[in-house]
């Protein structure tokens, strides 16, 4: 297998440092014309290749390939996940980098197919969106290529991980609801389907413990699926058992709030709503829906950042970023009438 000529290796020849290989491939200034012809020259007759635009892109990044890599569902959920790779797309535009995009069927998953990129080896390196199988990741991984993972983790995958601070985002958002009164708080989506809902669990009963509200174990709906009549029918006897709901997730949050109303209950009057990641369903909804902000530009640039970091340092510690949320106030949340 034919060695991959680095910027390094080119210093390394030349006696020079790396920052004015840099310098010198990505048309930056700090080094003469004649080092520079120098430099470009050697580039060619080793094998390097690299941009002759006019663009500045991170030291290190030109020419190279990443591959964005999603399930199918991850990338039918426009509203989150095709604003993250829209900003991916900009981030690696701006670095110089070219990206490649393959969604996964749950076929191709079970069957642990992998794209023939990833097979040949003909990409730098890999983002992976949300989580498809583990044993699908650690297949991709297993391929050896620097792979970042975006809005997921788990113990058996051994990569570098870019997260939402899910436990602390929903303690915050419980503790909104405390402030206003309420002291019954109950719980609606899928833990089995996300790590991060897990967690968001995990931070509501961080707040009630703390703050000591009740959780009515009713109130606790956490198999639901994400579907507007699954949740309407398991609503229905715990309806009034809670003054306001935590959702996890904005689908989740309108499903919730159209479903108390077709009960009886008024919201925010009867029944809070809380939700999460302030796509457009927490602003359609009636009334628009108190919900945590996820910085998707900011999600974007720590993982193209991770993943150049990555290819620049493969022996650097692993590591996971955990980003800030900001909680967005709007007409579903209230102190309880009861």
């Not at 709901?245 to 009867?270: E, I, K």
Request: hydrophobic share 40%; proline share 6%.
């Amino acid at each position: 297998m034919k060695t991959k000529v680095t910027m390094q290796a080119i210093a390394d020849r030349l006696n020079l440092s790396k920052n004015s290989v840099s310098q010198a491939l990505t048309g930056k200034a700090g080094v003469s014309d004649e080092t520079r012809q120098l430099i470009q020259k050697t580039a060619e007759e080793m094998g390097y290749t690299y941009s002759r635009r006019g663009q500045s892109p991170e030291p290190g990044a030109a020419s190279r390939t990443i591959a964005l890599l999603a399930s199918d569902f991850a990338f039918s959920q426009k509203g989150f996940f095709g604003d993250i790779y829209l900003s991916i797309d900009r981030e690696l535009k701006r670095s110089g980098c070219e990206l490649v995009i393959q969604s996964v069927s749950p076929k191709e998953a079970e069957a642990l197919e992998l794209p023939p990129f990833l097979e040949n080896k003909t990409v730098d390196g890999v983002l992976i969106l949300s989580h498809i199988t583990n044993d699908y990741l650690k297949a991709v991984l297993g391929t050896g290529i620097p792979a970042v993972l975006i809005d997921h983790h788990h113990p058996e995958l051994a990569a570098d991980s870019i997260l939402t601070n899910n436990r602390f985002s929903a303690y915050e958002a419980v503790r909104h609801l405390h402030g206003l009164g309420h002291r019954r708080i109950g719980f609606v989506g899928s833990i089995e389907f996300s790590p991060s809902y897990y967690e968001r669990l995990e931070g509501v009963r961080l707040a009630a413990w703390e703050l000591g509200l009740e959780l009515p174990e009713p109130c606790l709906l956490t198999d639901v699926a994400e579907d507007s009549d699954e949740v309407r029918r398991r609503l229905e006897p715990a309806a009034r058992l809670a003054t306001a709901w935590f959702c996890v997730n904005d689908g989740y949050g309108f499903m919730t709030s159209s479903a108390l109303q077709q009960l009886g209950l008024s919201v925010p009057g009867d029944a809070s709503v809380v939700s999460f990641d302030n796509g457009y369903l927490s602003r359609l909804a009636t009334p628009p829906i108190t919900t945590v902000d996820v910085d998707l530009p900011l999600y974007a640039s720590c993982a193209v950042e991770q993943l150049l970091r990555r290819l620049d340092d493969p022996s650097r510690p692993r590591t996971e970023t955990l980003l800030p949320t900001r909680l967005v106030v709007r007409e579903s949340t209230a102190p309880p009438a009861r």
